[in-house]
């Protein structure tokens, strides 16, 4: 990392045992300066619709330290457009950790956790989650909801998380089977939020507010899928942050006009881009991104070699939505996603991508304390090697560099790259 943010990060770091309320305003800071930077981007290339998004993401941090009783805790899964719709931030550990894991301070709030008795092995976003609450860094929320969906994490670390604080918690329960029944028994369950994030904000929710979020959702699904069409015909500029802005659009910012410009940007980039050279391996990502990991960005971004043409996580759910219907479609949406249910749906859907795609190969990321991919990594491997797609099983962290090899994935993800020009890719 830059010398610059490697000393912010440590004065952070020093400042969260001293005065928490101190090392909150120097996030805010930071993240502010990230969020105006972004605002002001002169880009208007696929950097400039990362860059743009990057600041409007910085900003729901900014709000979510400044201004604690206007947030919602959230997990990547939950349908956001209530909160979009009500003029609500969402935090999600998702986001946060990876923010202050880029800030360079995550190491003090892994710690924390650890220090305060969470387990080791638990998810490190939710355990950066659980650090930052607890060290009095990230204030007390409006409330606290998530979803069952996807990972075990989340029924932990929220309900602790609602207790630390002492918060409003709500469970959205998704059904593992896709059912009209199930779509009808989890829109009913996003009523009762709104209900009672209605009754905690002291105002209604606008239904004609709600239905318009619901349409940008349905705009911006439309959008990434023509992206996706044309993406597998081009050469593009690309980074592992690039691919996270594109979870992060169809998931939590879904629904907002940022999201929607975002995929605006990104189908016009793409619509302009060169064609394949033939020079690069491409490559496509399962699971979450160490973005913050220069060996990684080395590799695959600066490299020369290769370039990420896509991921699984932002093809979570790519089907229809129904403005009129607003709940319906949310709940569509949780029910509908890849990742509920068998993992073969996940795995068969990455396959399907990564050839529309043209990928040269697959890297499947192990991130630490992800049972559920950890799980299926091997069956995925089998899988995706059966229809003709090498893969990297490759372990590693989206955010916690203790628990990284660095050296050891430098090593694997090379020699990777040389079996796949071997191979003739």
Known sequence: MKAYIEALGRL??????????????????????????????????????WERLNGAVAGTMVDSLRHPQET?????????????????????????????????CQRVFAEKAEANNVPESLCSYHKTMLGLA???????????????LACDANQLSFRRL??????????????????????????????????????LCHRKLDETALKDRVASSKRSIELYRQYLER?????????????????IATHVMLGRPESEQYMQELL????????????????FWFHVMPNWQDSMKNILETGGTCELVGSDLPL????????????????????????????????????????????????????????????????????MEAEGLPTLVLDGDGCDA??????????RVNAFLEQLEGLGA
Request: glycine share 6%; charged share 20%.
């Open 162 to 199: 609602a207790e630390f604080y002492q918060a409003p918690h709500a469970v959205v329960d998704i059904p593992d089977r896709e059912s009209e029944d199930a779509v009808k028994y989890v829109a009913d369950q996003l009523r009762a939020v709104a209900v009672q994030l209605e009754d």
């Open 12 to 49: 952070v770091e020093n400042q969260t045992e001293k005065s928490p309320e101190a090392a909150r305003k120097l996030l805010a800071a930071a993240y502010s300066w990230v969020r105006f930077s972004g605002r002001h981007s002169f880009h208007r290339d696929v950097q400039g619709a």
């Open 402 to 411: 203790r628990n990284v090899a660095d050296g050891q994935m430098v090593t």
């Open 316 to 383: 979570d759910y790519l089907g229809d939505l129904d403005p009129e219907r607003p709940y319906e479609s949310m709940a569509r949406r949780v029910v509908g996603s890849i990742s509920n249910g068998s993992s073969l749906r996940r795995v068969n859907t990455a396959i399907e991508a990564a050839k529309k795609l043209n990928a040269d190969g697959v890297i499947l990321f192990c991130h630490w304390g992800c049972k559920q991919t950890m799980g299926m990594s091997q069956i995925a491997k089998q899988r």
């Open 72 to 104: 919602v805790m959230v997990n990547i899964f939950f349908p956001c457009e209530i909160l979009h719709a009500m003029e609500i931030q969402p935090m999600f550990p998702e986001g946060m950790s990876a923010y202050v894991a880029c800030t360079a």
């Open 231 to 247: 993406r597998g015909g081009v050469s593009l500029t690309s980074t592992m942050s690039g691919e996270l802005f594109s979870m």
């Open 134 to 148: 607890e060290s009095g860094v990230l204030p007390r929320p409006l409330m606290v909801s998530n979803t069952t």
């Open 268 to 283: 016009q980039a793409v619509e302009h881009a060169p064609g394949p050279s033939g020079k690069k391996l491409r490559l």
